[in-house]
DNA sequence: CCCGACATACCGAACGCTCGGTATGGTCGG
DNA sequence: CCGACCATACCGAGCGTTCGGTATGTCGGG
């Protein structure tokens, strides 16, 4: 499994054989196939690894009774941090996106789909009560600053000059003061 | 060719024959190596075009003797505009990086530091000069905000509520604010 | 004006190979 | 001795690419 997302990381899904994963976990295609019905069940972990953890973290902050503004600092370090944490399943993540099945897609989407709903929500309510600036759709900042943060696999290098909480601080600095009226 | 990039962008390069191409193009597989030698030649052909125009109009911009503010909200504008304007390509750029052979790759990759060192050197003048805040490195910054221009492609639709001009306006607004002392 | 010589553009069947998946049989703890 | 677990050998589909061949100009010498 960790082998998988190594090479699905490094080599893209399509151009990994599952020998290859296979050998690379010490194991044979036979063995393989005994636990994972077909190669997309491998990756259909990944995402499923990835999102519940996500979801029940970005709640958990959402429900507090934090201000808004460090409600959003919290959420954006957080997704941040557990990014770099678990890089090659991020870089997984949004590069395979497209490969898979439409129905499993379907239910990533809509998982993602309720991630971002949900954080629109706390934008509108800032806007409402003048702790965020009102002259920006709600929705569109959030694609904007979660596009942001979904690019980070493409070129963090945890060996690069900034760690993760760096990343994770200036990531949420520059959202917030994006949103300041 | 274009029936390629529509195609490419839809299912994705590796899920889409030669033969398919040729068929959408209306002309035969014969045809198609006639005039490029590999199926990756037609990739490379989208990655050329694409770079080639964002590189010119950005350095346009960056050597004009605009202030500052204006030369990034201009050069934000721009890839914002042009992205959307040719999305089918923004799409394959974005998704089929990891599929182009190391020799392609490496070249592409450096015609993009070339293009994020420019406009870093235009953060760190502004840092410089007291029009933008000094407290986030400027290639952390040129990161992030161009992340969220270039995962445009895999959200917007043309036939949505916001019109191109509005996010352009809108991402480049993000950006200056987010950017502002 | 014509004819042979050659170049360019194109066709589409076939090749070689890789891949995801399967069928079969062995092994070993209980 | 049985069923869970796994190794090995193999299958057939699908892929990018090749290649022998044809059709359509082009052009210079007689």
Redesign the pocket.
Same mark, same amino acid.
Request: glycine share 6%.
């Given at each position: 499994m960790r082998a998988a997302i190594t090479l699905f990381a490094r080599k893209g899904f399509?151009a /990994?054989? %599952?020998?290859e994963i296979a050998d690379a976990a010490g %194991? /044979?295609?036979? #063995?393989l &196939?005994? &636990?994972f #019905?077909?190669?997309?069940d491998l990756l259909v972990e990944v995402y499923r690894q990835m999102q519940g953890g996500q979801r029940l973290r970005m709640e958990a902050i959402a429900d507090s009774d934090l201000p808004l503004r460090e409600k959003l600092h919290a959420i954006i370090s957080d997704v941040v941090e557990s990014t770099i944490a678990d890089l090659d399943e991020a870089v997984v993540f949004f590069q395979s996106f497209h490969l898979l099945s439409p129905r499993v897609r379907e239910m990533v989407r809509g998982e993602r789909r309720g991630y971002h709903d949900r954080v629109k929500a706390l934008i509108e309510e800032g806007q409402r009560e003048g702790t965020f600036r009102s002259d920006v759709p709600a929705t569109l900042a959030v694609s904007y600053h979660f596009g942001a943060v979904h690019r980070l696999g493409l070129w963090y290098h945890p060996d690069g000059p900034l760690s993760a909480e760096e990343v994770a601080r200036h990531f949420a600095d520059l959202t917030l003061s994006s949103l300041t009226p």
């Open positions: 399509d /990994t054989p %599952v020998r %194991v /044979t295609t036979g #063995a &196939y005994h &636990y #019905a077909t190669k997309e």
